[in-house]
């Protein structure tokens, strides 16, 4: 879905990215992480067609951003980090607006703003001005404007920065919602707690380059990393779990394992039942939160 | 209905500020009306309520219609809509200002309904494509300079905001003045008496049927200025050719102008074919001057443009030329041109002929220092600092070298006959090779990824 290519891109006074070579496959959503000053903001500029590199191509949907940055432009939704709204207009405006200004019919512009407004939870806010709405409120009502034309791609610069704990995971809830419809999401932070609830991909960037010089799997949406802990040391542990269909384990000692395995309910309490009728002492099972933060200092360790 | 327009719609004509106008116009022609005309009536109160609120407020408006959205970080959901650039940029301009001509359209009534009382319908016509004009023209002026100055920088200060909208006024009042010059009763402005008939290409025209044609082409002109500084807006890529045409029609329009200057002594005897190349290469000066400052002088772009020719994309190096590269190029080919003329057919014009090319050399210095001033990395008033440097040059060094009486020295300053000859031509060639040399070098720095800037392997 976007695939760019050896790019380069100057500012006057410094080179911000430098060779930037990565793929993003379709339906997934991959984490822009890096330091402030990385390249994150431009490297998502670059891929939104608002700046023209200086060498290297960027393909968006088969799309060459220096060839055709209108018809990409169509095709994709960019939020900033720091973004406006129009203060005076009205949610229902505001959302007609985007609707119209990307494209969409007049006649069906009214129905694309009510869904993309119960999308984020704002139905019910349809008459409310942009300007009396929470910092959260706004957040949401920025988001409905990026994706009220349904966009292929989706690209969020720190989406979360300054939402509160319920806010970021209604956040999270509707980015996997939106990729479960379709959408291939690229977002951007440089905390990674706020990333580990959603994105199956990493692009780690320092200094304009790419570190490791590709995307990372940090994980199968499908297939998260759990982490089970026991009360009692027992040596059998890593052979008992080895020998369940569907269970990988990627690390194991006599108290903790760590292992992938299907994201099914009812699959999962069987394996706790089992644990329990096999005399170990489950103390903790859940899903492991730091499989992003683990494979970021993994690949920054690297040479 | 364009989106755009709408928006602006939306957020300008609210009921509440429609009912003000009506009743704070009411209310000015009421007062105007129990002046008893001692002044200039409720007619002459209502033009000079349009000009207020079309031209002065209106300007101001149309300055801040995209640097607004800058501001207000609104600009880059716009950029990205699917709004086509024509639509966005009409959806702005008019949608921007619209509240003012709604303003306007109330003035314009009470306005020409007097005239078409007093003068007629025709004459109620004519003023009324005039007001519209003056209106349109100065606020797309003011538009396209906001336009220009977004691609020079993103920040935008109540100042610089200020300074696009008196490039809207510059535009209204020159409009109004020239057409005030055809006045029949005479010009308010300039007290000089009326023409009434202009001579261009050495036939005669009437003059403000003449002005008339030239004002819609004009105003044509900025609307297609700002269609393309839209697209460049929207990282749409612009064609040279459109620049050129502009080039070629105002070298046509200006250089008919040639019997204004059959009175000039320092062109005393000159042809027509002459006077026109020579008008012709002045006003392609005069705008290679005003490019250059208006445009953004991005070493970056440069070295791209540098990539481009020498792996041969001669398509893409001729899309990314800058406008004031293009009316340097006419400058040097109408000066050429002229030479030659004068070689050939005034051979005893020696001197002149080495003023002309010395001032080739002397503009070749000016362009390059405001592109060394502007390509280092760091250098964010490098414009200003160029046209300090440029006063230097221009007049305060004269003045102190003229005090000292050396006035055989001036020639390192400005474009001036000497003796020999030859010596200021190579004076002036001198320093604008030299300037030159300077401003590529500097603008092929390379940055490294850290930000510090290294030269490149090719300069």
């Known amino acids: 879905m976007i695939d760019v290519d050896d790019l380069v891109y100057e500012y006057p006074s410094a080179r911000a990215l430098d060779g930037v070579s990565l793929k993003v496959v379709p339906q997934t959503i991959t984490a822009l992480v890096g330091p402030n000053g990385a390249g994150k903001t431009t490297l998502l500029r670059c891929l939104a067609a608002l700046e023209a590199p200086y060498a290297g191509h960027v393909l968006i949907d088969g799309l060459d951003t220096a060839g055709a940055p209108r018809e990409i432009h169509a095709r994709l939704g960019y939020l900033p980090d720091f973004y406006g709204l129009y203060d005076e207009l009205s949610v229902r405006r505001s959302l007609l607006y985007a609707a119209r200004a990307h494209g969409i019919a007049p006649a069906a512009a009214g129905a694309a703003a009510e869904k993309a407004a119960a999308r984020v939870g704002l139905a019910d806010r349809m008459e409310t001005a942009a300007g009396q709405l929470s910092r959260g409120l706004r957040q949401r009502l920025a988001i409905a404007q990026t994706i009220v034309h349904e966009p292929r791609v989706l690209l969020l610069d720190e989406p979360a920065a300054g939402l509160d704990p319920q806010a970021r995971r209604d956040l999270s809830a509707l980015l996997v919602a939106l990729k479960d419809g379709g959408m291939t999401l690229v977002v951007s932070s440089h905390i990674l707690a706020e990333l580990e609830d959603y994105c199956s991909e990493m692009i780690i960037i320092e200094g304009g380059r790419i570190v490791g010089g590709k995307a990372v799997k940090v994980r199968d949406v499908e297939r998260p990393r759990y982490l089970v802990e026991i009360a009692t040391a027992r040596s059998d542990l890593k052979d008992f779990l080895t020998a369940r269909a569907g269970l990988d384990v990627i690390e194991c000692d006599q108290h903790h394992a760590l292992f992938t395995f299907t994201r099914n309910a009812s699959v999962r309490a069987k394996l706790i039942r089992d644990l329990i009728a096999a005399g170990f002492e489950v103390s903790s099972f859940g899903e492991s939160t730091k499989a992003l933060e683990d494979a970021y200092f993994a690949q920054v360790r690297q040479p | ?459």
């Open chain 2, 1 to 459: 209905m364009n989106p755009e327009f709408q928006r602006n719609l939306w957020l300008e004509l609210a009921p509440r500020r429609m009912i003000l106008m009506v009743a704070l116009l009411a209310l000015a022609f009421l007062a105007a009306a129990l002046s008893g005309g001692k002044d200039y009536g409720i007619a002459g109160g209502a033009e000079w309520l349009f000009y207020a609120i079309v031209v002065v407020w209106g300007t101001r408006n149309a300055a801040t219609a995209v640097v607004g959205e800058i501001r207000d970080r609104t600009w880059d959901m716009q950029l990205l809509s699917s709004i086509a650039p024509g639509a966005m940029m009409w959806g702005k301009l008019f949608g921007a200002t619209i509240y003012n001509w709604f303003g306007g359209a109330i003035c314009l009534g009470v306005l020409l309904s007097d005239t078409f009382v007093h003068k007629g319908a025709p004459q109620a016509a004519i003023d009324l494509v005039f007001y519209i004009a003056i209106g349109i023209i100065s606020q797309a002026a003011a538009f396209l300079a906001s336009l220009v100055a977004v691609r020079r920088r993103q920040s935008h200060s109540r100042l610089d905001v200020f300074v696009y909208q008196v490039v809207g006024l510059i535009a209204g009042v020159a409009v109004y003045s020239i057409w005030s010059i055809a006045d029949p009763a005479g010009s308010i402005l300039t007290h000089k008496p009326a023409s009434d008939f202009v001579i261009w290409w050495g036939r005669s025209f009437d003059t403000r049927g003449f002005l008339l044609v030239s004002l819609a082409i004009f105003t044509a002109w900025t609307i297609v200025g700002c269609y393309r500084e839209m697209r460049l807006e929207l990282k749409m890529r612009n064609g040279p050719l459109v620049w050129l045409a502009f080039l070629v029609f105002i070298g046509v329009y200006v250089a008919g102008f040639d019997a204004w200057l059959s009175n000039d002594k320092s062109v005393a005897g000159w042809d027509a074919v002459s006077l026109r190349l020579a008008l012709a290469a002045t006003l392609y000066a005069g705008l290679t001057y005003l490019m250059v400052i208006l445009e953004p002088k991005d070493r970056v772009h440069y070295r791209w443009l540098g990539s481009q020719l020498s792996s041969a994309r001669l398509g893409a190096f001729l899309g990314g030329l800058q406008a004031w590269m293009t009316a340097y190029a006419a400058t040097v080919l109408c000066s050429a041109a002229l030479l030659v003329w004068l070689h050939l057919n005034r051979p005893q014009s020696l001197e002149q002929s080495a003023v002309i090319a010395a001032a080739l050399g002397f503009l070749t210095r000016d362009v390059s220092l405001f592109v060394f001033m502007r390509s280092s990395p760091r250098r964010r008033r490098g414009d200003l600092a160029a046209l300090g440097i440029l006063v230097g040059l221009y007049v305060l060094a004269p003045a102190i070298v003229n005090g000292l009486g050396l006035e055989n020295l001036l020639m390192l300053f400005y474009p001036k006959p000497s003796a020999p000859l030859w010596m200021g031509l190579l004076v002036a060639w001198a320093e604008g090779l030299t300037m030159a040399v300077l401003a590529l070098s500097r603008a092929s720095i390379r940055n490294n990824p850290a930000g510090r800037s290294q030269p490149s392997p090719a300069s």
